[in-house]
């Protein structure tokens, strides 16, 4: 692959990543997370 391949690769992958960044979070995503650990740690033994 060329440099130039290379360069708009990379550029993807920070585009995806900044993406990811912004919907995981996001409060609604952030709230989920939470209240997924809260109802796992209060679960039933």
Same mark, same amino acid.
Do not use: K, N, W
């Given at each position: 692959? +060329? #440099? #130039?391949e290379y360069a708009?690769? @990379? *550029?993807?992958?920070?585009? *995806?990543?900044?993406? *990811?960044?912004?919907?995981? +979070? +996001?409060? #609604?995503? @952030?709230?989920? =997370?939470?209240? =997924?650990?809260?109802?796992? *740690? &209060?679960?039933? &033994?």
């Amino acid at each position: 692959m +060329s #440099t #130039t391949e290379y360069a708009v690769g @990379t *550029l993807a992958a920070a585009a *995806l990543a900044a993406a *990811l960044h912004r919907i995981v +979070s +996001s409060d #609604t995503v @952030t709230g989920a =997370l939470r209240d =997924l650990v809260e109802r796992a *740690l &209060q679960a039933p &033994q």
